[in-house]
């Protein structure tokens, strides 16, 4: 018969009821499949105002805590639903999951994978999406302020400066926001997102195709131009995808693949709405890291943090309970 800490350790394993049924509709997809399945989820949309809800290089230790003992050859299905976020932690989870599945890698995004999610989507080697999923573009930002629109700005003062001496002095004022390697720093970031999207197409999903330098540029400056996109948070579906050239397959194509994958999706959305996780990494074996956060509480209010919301603890947990 098991002891005390052997029940206890059973009873945490098998995780809440969202726990239970996700996994349970995890495994499933694992079994239609044959592949492996590992979903990255954000609760960015349930909890906007907390923080960790972005890439950051805290989810490395959740893909390595999933892909632990995972029989890499039958490469991998990623669920992605994501805001984006740090372009490093972007880079080097890519190249993580590289390692680990080489180009094996296929990308699944129920609703949204913006900015650094899009990118990670660009690195698979295919896309299935559905009707109501969205990418976005991958232009950078600093504290939402775009790099291609500061460019602008530089460019457009240079202009009138040129043409209209008069306007010099309102155009110092509007300059004069920015520190001096600014401009520097919006020029590298832009180069640096178009070099990793474009390596990660180049050498994934468009390797064998003779004129995937076309294909790739054409994409790149599709999502990468702020000039085209004319928003950082302009939502691109799945037609619009395959319109500028990006290997989308259709998530409808297939009922019981599609049902399976949304299954999983709404059990995500239900655990972010019913418990206080902000984010899932998640594998078909249930090996979970599950980023969760409680709000700080002084002399019985919520204590308010700079940027508006409650300040958090996050802590890391296998399973979950309902607040």
């Not at 994501?82 to 699944?108: C, H, K, N, Q, W």
């Not at 709404?266 to 074996?285: G, P, Q, R, W, Y």
Request: aromatic share 6%.
């Amino acid at each position: 018969m098991p002891n005390w800490n052997q029940i206890l350790d059973e009873i945490t394993a098998a995780g809440s009821t969202h726990d239970i049924c996700r996994r349970r509709y995890l495994r499933r997809l694992h079994e239609m499949t044959g592949r492996n399945v590992i979903l990255y989820y954000s609760g960015w949309l349930q909890k906007p105002r907390v923080q960790g809800t972005e890439i950051n290089d805290e989810d490395k230790n959740g893909f390595m805590t999933v892909v632990h003992r995972m029989d890499r050859s039958r490469g991998l299905d990623l669920i992605l639903h994501t805001p984006g976020g740090d372009a490093a932690a972007t880079e080097s989870l890519v190249d993580y999951l590289r390692a680990m599945f080489g180009t094996d890698i296929r990308a699944f995004v129920p609703q949204l994978a913006m900015s650094g999610g899009t990118m990670v989507a660009c690195a698979c080697g295919e896309i299935v999406m559905g009707k109501q999923s969205s990418l976005g573009p991958i232009d950078p930002q600093f504290s939402g302020i775009p790099a291609h629109g500061v460019m602008e700005e530089f460019e457009q003062a240079i202009k009138s400066a040129r043409e209209d001496p008069a306007t010099i002095p309102i155009w110092q004022q509007i300059v004069a926001k920015y520190s001096p390697a600014f401009l520097g720093e919006c020029q590298k970031a832009i180069a640096w997102s178009d070099e990793m999207t474009r390596e990660w197409l180049k050498t994934g999903m468009f390797a064998n195709d003779d004129d995937r330098d076309e294909k790739v540029s054409r994409i790149l400056r599709e999502l990468g131009d702020h000039a085209l996109t004319k928003s950082h948070a302009r939502h691109l579906s799945s037609t619009r995808c395959r319109e500028i050239g990006l290997k989308v397959s259709q998530l409808e194509d297939d009922q019981d693949l599609q049902e399976a994958v949304l299954s999983v999706h709404h059990a995500c959305m239900l655990t972010f709405s019913a418990t206080a996780a902000v984010k899932l990494i998640e594998n078909h074996d249930g090996a979970a890291f599950i980023k969760i956060v409680r709000n700080v509480l002084v002399a019985g209010s919520p204590r308010q943090s700079q940027a508006g919301g409650f300040d958090s603890e996050p802590e890391i947990a296998d399973s979950l309970e309902p607040d």
